[in-house]
């Protein structure tokens, strides 16, 4: 099962305090070999439901174990970020002119879910549970709207918005105990999509897509959303008897596998709309596989009208499926990418638990690249599949730019086999149209992996680090000949790449010493004006500390300079610290961003009460978002909504959440 992003990022920011980072490597997952993907994988289309029960149950066999599926661990995946196009300072205005913020995102036109969007009138959250909308001009809550029952507030959500409409997405529901969850087999889950009315007095309920999978991303273009999935066969397997040999259990599974229907591989999901229901699965007509495929997964993407209603699937919008895995989602405005690495899933020894003759090597690490169009209003057009060696490290690993496509990834050598101490990363170069690869640049950081990304137009930027920071500048403007331009050895590293103004780079990250053990929070500022010598112009330090903009860019604002002749600009961070190793408290960091420099402006923090409805004080009370809307800085944690001066965080307004 996948964990939240917040959770997961929280464990990566409790082992800062306990792990040196030798290289940043974790034990990978072993488990069955998948198929070899170095060759052609574009997918094909069933031809009717028997052949593809025929294939999937054949594929599925041989990749079962001999404790079912659920050796396929799913391991913590940061959603770092760094932008394609010049697009990710956001800033618009309403219709009385007022300048506002919006979702920190990888490529401009292309919402992503997060915790609070606003279009300037009003501010939108979602918070344990409950959906809020809060007028900017009064701030005062005008409407509160549950989703979840009050003995499950703490379930994750996440927003997309649309005029007067929002899209609350709540991400896998393995723990989360909906009405429809008693008819899920323990470990294939669920996760739900609720639709609602913010035009009226009060938030409104309009109808809700609970789906069977794993979340793994949305990406929206206008009123338009596109639910990327990944369910797990629904196979019920023999009762493991002990003292049953290995082999004799294995046999057992595959003999399940072999007389299972196709309504197990199926992906199923349920709508609820105009105050009825109904349940549907994926049509076998609308099913796609590789070449080669493990039969272990299915890939699924939902398109959502938010402007429309549920029910809309039946006139050309139903889901599509990819016999396939999926981990990462990429999206701009006329293409989606899912992207998988089937060895960074599985659980075992390959060679071993595969059953490859001669007990042969797994082949080396690739990540699948499938690509769709979603230029129309429906379901995305399947374009075509491709593959590259090593692994992403998130979405931001790719770009799309005049007619290719970038990807940035890591071969490692616990992954591939290779001798310890000699994985490497590098940047291809693929043609969109085909994703047949036009050029690549190879041997960025030696022994190390990628921290983090940012493609800017013809240029890009990779952070590798191991016990120093290499900050590679390359040259992408010819898609046949990538080159590294320049190279800046710094100590630490960037977790999160952001532009900072014409010439400028804003880097967050942890500051590190000799031995590559993290020694807290730095924020630094790059000059990137000539490509051959990157500069590293000033850094902010907080020792013992980190930040959630350092695994979820969401959490990250850059305001650009608002005055004419001003350079600069405002950036801001929730920030956790610790004293002699207990957290003490998040605030949310303000650093003034100027053409040479950085400096602290100060913090803006929230009260702690007690108590809250009554109920214990949730665990997490830290800063999670800051919005701004005018001269007014919102920041925004599970307790409430503070809104601060911009210029000097004086506080303007306290708004709990009661």
């Known amino acids: 099962m996948t964990i939240s992003m917040r959770t997961a990022g929280v464990l990566a920011l409790a082992g800062l305090l306990t792990t040196a980072c030798s290289g940043g490597r974790t034990a990978q997952p072993s488990g069955p070999a998948p198929a070899d993907l170095s060759g052609a994988i574009r997918l094909v289309s069933y031809t009717d439901c028997d052949e593809m029960l025929t294939g999937l149950r054949a594929a599925t066999a041989e990749h079962v174990t001999p404790w079912g599926l659920d050796g396929m661990v799913m391991t913590f995946a940061a959603e770092d970020a760094a932008a394609g196009e010049q697009a990710p300072v956001a800033a618009r205005s309403d219709t009385a002119g007022r300048p506002h913020s919006t979702t920190n995102v990888h490529e401009a036109g292309v919402d992503e879910p997060d915790l609070v969007k606003t279009d300037g009138k009003r501010v939108i959250t979602v918070n344990r549970g409950v959906l809020r909308v809060i007028d900017a001009e009064t701030r005062r809550v005008t409407g509160t709207l549950r989703l979840v029952p009050q003995d499950q507030a703490w379930a994750p959500g996440e927003l997309l918005v649309s005029g007067d409409r929002a899209l609350v997405l709540f991400q896998g529901a393995e723990i989360l105990p909906f009405r429809a969850m008693a008819k899920v087999r323990p470990g294939q889950g669920e996760s739900r999509y609720v639709l609602v009315d913010l035009s009226g007095e009060r938030p409104r309920e309009l109808g809700a897509l609970t789906a069977r999978g794993t979340h793994i991303d949305a990406r929206q273009v206008g009123s338009t959303v596109r639910i990327v999935l990944r369910s797990q066969p629904a196979i019920a397997f023999p009762r493991q008897e002990p003292d049953t040999p290995e082999p004799r259990l294995l046999q057992r599974n595959r003999e399940t596998v072999l007389a299972a229907p196709i309504e197990a591989w199926l992906p199923t999901y349920e709508i609820e709309s105009g105050g009825a229901s109904r349940t549907a699965r994926v049509g076998c007509d609308r099913v796609s596989h590789p070449a080669e495929f493990t039969g272990t997964s299915m890939l699924t993407i939902h398109t959502i009208d938010l402007n429309g209603d549920l029910s809309s699937d ?138 983090s990304v940012r493609f800017i137009g013809d240029l890009g930027y990779v952070v590798t680090f191991r016990q120093t920071d290499p900050l590679y500048a390359l040259d992408l403007r010819d898609p046949a000949a990538p080159k590294v331009t320049g190279e800046l050895k710094i100590s630490g590293y960037s977790a999160y790449l952001h532009p900072g103004g014409p010439d400028r780079l804003i880097g967050i990250g942890q500051e590190a010493d000799g031995q590559g053990r993290v020694r807290g929070t730095q924020i630094s500022l790059f000059d990137v004006a000539d490509p051959a010598a990157p500069r590293l112009l000033s850094r902010f330090h907080q020792r013992k500390s980190g930040s959630e903009a350092e695994w979820d860019p969401h959490a990250f604002l850059y305001w650009p300079p608002q005055e004419a002749g001003s350079r600069t600009g405002l950036a801001m961070v929730p920030l956790m610290t610790w004293g002699e190793g207990a957290p003490k408290g998040s605030v949310a960091l303000a650093l003034r961003v100027g053409d040479g420099g950085i400096t602290r402006a100060g913090t803006i923090e929230h009260p702690t009460p007690r108590r809250l409805n009554d109920e214990f004080v949730p665990a997490d009370q830290g800063i999670r978002r800051s919005v701004v809307i005018g001269d007014d800085v919102w920041t925004i944690s599970d307790l409430g909504v503070k809104v601060s001066d911009i210029e000097t965080l004086t506080d303007r307004a306290w708004i709990p959440f009661g």
Do not use: C, K, M
Not at 324 to 331: I, K, S
Not at 388 to 414: F, I, K, M, W
Not at 437 to 446: A, I, K, Q, W
């Open 314 to 451: 039946l006139s050309g919008a139903a889901p599509i499926s990819v016999a396939a895995d999926g981990d990462t989602v990429y999206g701009t405005r006329s293409s989606l990418y899912v992207t998988s690495n089937p060895r960074w899933w599985f659980h075992g020894d390959p060679a071993a638990v595969s059953g490859r003759p001669g007990g042969s090597a797994a082949p080396p690490e690739r990540t699948e690249v499938h690509r769709f169009d979603v230029t129309g209003p429906g379901a995305p057009r399947y374009v075509t599949s491709g593959s590259v060696p090593g692994r992403l490290l998130n979405q931001y690993s790719l770009s799309e730019h005049a007619g290719h496509l970038r990807v940035a990834t890591t071969s490692d050598a616990e992954v591939s086999g290779a001798t310890p101490g000699t994985s490497e990363s590098g940047v291809h170069v693929l043609s969109a149209d085909t994703l047949a690869e036009r050029g690549e640049v190879t041997g960025l950081g030696r022994g190390e992996r990628i921290y």
